[in-house]
């Protein structure tokens, strides 16, 4: 049995050990037409069909949730609730694409 000096505790006066938190991403339509269209055309597409836009926004909002809880999971690992712009970063190069340039 443990010594019950001065500063010994017992089990129950111990702080519960911190549960990481996951969240439920509740996200408003990510990408509008006229973003998968500028998309588009920064890639050099000239023409597309319209049924384009709904899977367009389908991959663009799985890309996302899954880019925001990778950032969040960093976020709670280093005990903060706030997502900085280095835990995206990290986010990206955990999915090996790197966004460079920025610091």
């Known amino acids: 049995m443990p010594p019950k000096g001065k500063g010994a505790k017992?089990?129950?006066d111990q702080k519960p050990k911190r549960k990481a938190s996951k969240k439920s991403l509740n996200?408003?339509?990510v990408v509008?037409?006229?973003?998968v269209r500028r998309l588009a055309r920064r890639g050099g597409v000239?023409?597309?069909?319209?049924?384009?836009?709904?899977?367009m926004q389908a991959v663009m909002a799985t890309f996302v949730k899954k880019l925001v809880t990778d950032a969040m999971t960093y976020a709670e690992n280093g005990k903060r609730t706030t997502v900085t712009a280095h835990d995206v970063l990290y986010a990206l190069r955990h999915r090996n694409m790197h966004l460079y340039g920025y610091n």
């Open 32 to 35: 509008t037409k006229g973003a």
């Open 27 to 29: 996200l408003p339509k």
């Open 46 to 55: 000239k023409r597309f069909a319209s049924v384009i836009y709904p899977e």
């Open 10 to 12: 017992s089990a129950s």
